[in-house]
């Protein structure tokens, strides 16, 4: 299980990269929700995977979950569901001032001299 986990974080994490090096703003947005789980299952796993055991210790439990990767992973969602959103809005209004939803400078303006 280990295995099968780990590889769906790198294989997120490497299309998220990928899509975040595109020169669309779209894609762009999709890679940095794509690392956004990548990161989240990653902090997810770093509470040891474990099977029916509870996040707290109770009567008659001899071991547990840590429950502060989940409550972490539960904020990380919630952030990243308002920042996409955010996102959303600004590649938007981009998009509508410019007829264009291309990331790169116009020739000239990132000319260093």
Known sequence: MEMLYSS???ILTAAGLYLVLRRRTFPVILGLSL????????????G?????LP???GQGATAYTDPLPQ?????????????TAVIVILALGSYLTSDSDSIDLPPGDGDAE
């Open 48 to 52: 040891r995977l474990m099977e029916n």
């Open 35 to 46: 690392l956004t789980y990548a990161v989240n299952l990653f902090l997810f796993a770093s």
């Open 55 to 57: 996040p707290v210790l």
């Open 8 to 10: 769906a974080v790198g």
């Open 71 to 83: 409550a972490l992973v539960l904020t990380a969602i919630v952030i990243s569901f308002g920042m």
